[in-house]
């Protein structure tokens, strides 16, 4: 189906208005629903949003709704098995990095997406997923962009330690870090330091109360589930079953057009962003000079201007 309507970014949007396909999927453990939205009807390019997260929603990309529909761009949002509005079953043996490689498959199927049109965008965890995705299926991808993730866990992590936090006010990092040693992340104390020290600086460059409410939603809907399994408790690094998550040797496998996205104030490694295109068989890199982990936003203009000329040279 086609729809007329754009998502608003005040949030106010009917959800199973035009354009939604709630999608069958079927896993180890029984069938669910995913839930998907298409803008726009494009033979030549269809893109497949990742959120990140694990277990955020679809709705801090609504920053796309001012900038794919006037270039001609058909894209989908879509919310993961356990985010947003698709089935949340509460199934630990669900979130697994194959299991959600499979479920993108059966959303490409689904939708009708194939070789001719097929992009897919992957963000955080989103680009994990995308990685993945086009290590099994890449013959079924016209072309990859990987926005603001690390090939490697561990090179995030080391990021983080060795270049982020000593910027950090060290003894508000220490009180970070003894909540999270004693398992205190939900206190709010640990949330309104992160939200000083760290997301206004690196996450989204903008004072809090100016954060754009599509990305206030999608964060406040994150399902810890998902979450904490796979990343971790701490916004610092990650220290869950991702930990040793490492394809910057496989990259060169990859042989689609593929597009790394990065920004001079992500919590993402630019200079390791950049060292990832050039191993991708057919890799670019697009920086975005004043943005951070959700360039989308505070590098707004910059960071859609990559996107889309990468999409339609590969048209």
Not at 267 to 272: A, E, L, Q, R, S
Request: hydrophobic share 40%; glycine share 8%; charged share 20%.
């Amino acid at each position: 189906m086609d729809s007329d309507e754009y998502y608003s970014h005040d949030g106010r949007h009917d959800v199973f208005s035009g354009g939604v396909n709630v999608v069958p999927i079927t896993t180890p453990l029984g069938g669910f629903r995913v839930w998907t939205k298409r803008t726009g009807n494009n033979p030549d390019v269809a893109l497949l949003l990742l959120h990140g997260g694990p277990g955020a929603t679809h709705e801090y990309f609504l920053s796309a709704d001012s900038y794919l529909p006037a270039a001609g761009v058909e894209y989908h949002y879509y919310d993961q098995l356990g985010s947003g509005y698709s089935d949340a079953p509460d199934e630990p043996a669900l979130w697994t990095i194959d299991r959600f490689v499979d479920e993108v498959e059966q959303v490409r199927i689904a939708l009708g997406l194939g070789p001719e049109n097929f992009f897919v965008l992957g963000h955080p965890w989103g680009g994990v997923l995308a990685i993945e995705y086009a290590l099994r299926y890449q013959h079924n991808l016209k072309g990859l962009i990987i926005s603001n993730m690390m090939s490697s866990i561990a090179a995030y992590n080391t990021y983080a330690q060795e270049v982020l936090m000593p910027t950090m006010d060290q003894v508000a990092l220490a009180e970070i870090q003894d909540l999270e040693a004693r398992g205190a992340t939900e206190n709010p104390r640990y949330e309104e330091l992160l939200m000083q020290q760290h997301y206004v600086h690196h996450v989204l460059r903008l004072p809090v109360e100016e954060w754009p409410e599509p990305v206030v939603r999608s964060f406040a809907r994150i399902n810890k589930r998902i979450y904490v399994p796979l990343q971790g408790p701490s916004e610092l690094g990650a220290s869950g079953a991702l930990l040793d998550w490492d394809r910057t040797s496989d990259l060169a496998d990859i042989t689609v057009p593929s597009l790394v996205i990065g920004a001079e104030y992500d919590t993402m490694d630019p200079n390791y962003l950049r060292r990832m295109a050039s191993l991708l068989s057919a890799g670019e890199y697009w920086h975005c000079p004043t943005g951070s982990h959700m360039a989308m936003y505070d590098d707004q203009a910059t960071y859609f201007e990559g996107l889309i000329s990468f999409l339609h040279r590969h048209a």
